[in-house]
């Protein structure tokens, strides 16, 4: 529990950067330079009906409408729809003074009072477009009981504790609590605070069920009056649904409570759920224009075909070290499938990194780490200048690392919008940017899912120089790690659309286990049988099975 005073780090090194080379500052001018955008340039926007539920409407009718030459926050202030102290906030404690396109878009709405489903392209400060609205709400109608009064939902940790620390920056001088309450943390610590009724939690789903399920904290949460779901997509998506329906039905039903629903991607399964979360009349708002697609247009996107399972680890040394040479600050984060797969990568790299002129440091992110060991590589990475960060899915979404150069993603990510919001680490707040996707020829139907998207081919060899290099690293990295990457992948892969037969799949995974270019073991790993069961992959040949659960021998 901290007050809302204090802890100021991530946002504070944030909040001098502006839009300066377009992205969402232009985008925004666009909409005002000519007294109103030309419709194709307007954020769709339009007040729902349960008839236009399934689609974002062209009809521009909300009150958002910028009403200067560049949309300020100070217009919001001049329209009396914001606080003239918050305004303050935002100009002291953030140093912004002009809205992005998105705020623009959406605030009036919700400062107004309505619900609202959002989509903006990655890294257009959507964080702040509901930030505002909720520190608004917190400064508004007292309530009659004690009780937290905003939750924000993020799908990850490291999410929440961004979040958290940009609301704390924009709290800066207001008497208001928050707390993060996320797994990996001290449940009955987190039970403590919470029973406090801070007046913002931020928190993620599971760690949320748990406290609205208990009845000692229920008190706490009988005047929720502000609820967004960040990321709401992958929220409302198979992974959280059941967590979030649980959560839904046990906040006390309240039809003051405002609900937002925020995301660069909202597939049209979200936009019919969302009817169902959402107050009639609540506003729909698409930033992006029906002919666009969901990345940005300055950052240029390449695809990279290896031809084999063990050409990808040379591969993506030969790519870094050329767009290393490229540019003077190269700061990337890697993504791969799998946490095991993440952790094979960077410590196959630290080896690597050490030897490179500049010295590129290895980061490391992924579920298997400790939340501590997440939160301090997420912070050393965040002030980095350089390096290069391996992570898994956990950061694909929301983080906002400053500077990233480049985006690698090594393998297929898990469906289209991943990709996108993977992509989005870099060339964020209108800066450049650049995004690499590695494939193997085996993930070749992945491509049916982004062939709207533009990705021009990209051709890179990888030298001898680069195998051998490779290679040697790979020997130093423990026998665990590779064992436990080779059961990761096969479990990834064996889930994927369009994946090889078991067969196939087995004989892929046993060439990249032993083959030059891949992990360089004498053996394909031993696997537990209840973990092939588990996988669908009994019986398959060129399994080597043990009925001794790894680790506990
Ligand atoms: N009005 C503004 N002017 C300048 N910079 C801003 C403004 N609002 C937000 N930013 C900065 O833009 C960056 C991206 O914002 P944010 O993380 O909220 O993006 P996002 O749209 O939520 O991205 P994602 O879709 O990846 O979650 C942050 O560094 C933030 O501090």
Partial sequence: MDNGTKGMSRAGRGGSRGFSRGGARGGARKVSQAGVAPPEK?????????????????????????SSATPLFQ????????KPNLLQAIHNNLKYKTMTEVQAATMGSI????????????????????????????????????SIRAIIVSPTRELAKQITDEARLLMTGFNFRSHTSIGGLSTSKDQKAVLTCPDLLIATPGRLHDHLSNPSLKACFTEVQFFVLDEADQLLDQGFSVA?????????????????????????TIKQLAGKLLRPGYALINTINETDVGTHERIPQFLIHVPSVNTVLPSLL????????????????IFLPTAYQTKLFAEHFTHIGSTLTPFLPTYEIHSRLSQSKREKTADEFRAAKTGVLFSSDVS?????????THVIQVGQPSNREQYIHRLGRTGRAGKSGK???????????????IKDLPLAPHTLAPTSTDFEVSNSAMSRVPEQTKNRAYSAWLGFYKQQKGALKPQALVQMANEMACGKGGFGLKLPPLMWTQTVGKMGL????????????????
């Fill in 435 to 449: 995004g690499f996707l590695i494939l193997a020829p085996y993930e070749a139907a992945y491509l049916t899912q």
């Fill in 42 to 66: 307007r954020p769709r926007m339009d007040i729902a009906t349960p008839e236009s539920m399934s689609q974002f409407s062209t009809a521009p009718t909300t009150p958002a409408e910028p």
């Fill in 538 to 553: 009994k019986g398959v040949e060129g399994l080597r099975l043990t009925k001794v659960k790894p680790g506990s021998d």
């Fill in 75 to 82: 217009d919001l202030a001049d329209q009396g729809v914001l």
């Fill in 318 to 333: 030969a790519l870094i070290r050329a767009e290393q040479a490229s540019t003077d600050k190269f700061k990337a984060v």
């Fill in 396 to 404: 694909a979404r929301g983080m906002d690392f400053p500077d990233v």
């Fill in 244 to 268: 979030l329906n649980k959560i839904m039905a046990l906040l006390p039903p309240t039809p003051k409570r405002q609900t937002l629903l925020f995301s660069a991607t909202v597939p049209n």
């Fill in 111 to 146: 400062l107004e009072g309505k619900d609202c489903l959002a989509q903006a392209k990655t890294g257009t400060g959507k964080t702040l477009a509901f930030l505002i609205p909720a520190i608004q709400t917190l400064m508004g109608r007292p309530p009659t009981k004690k």
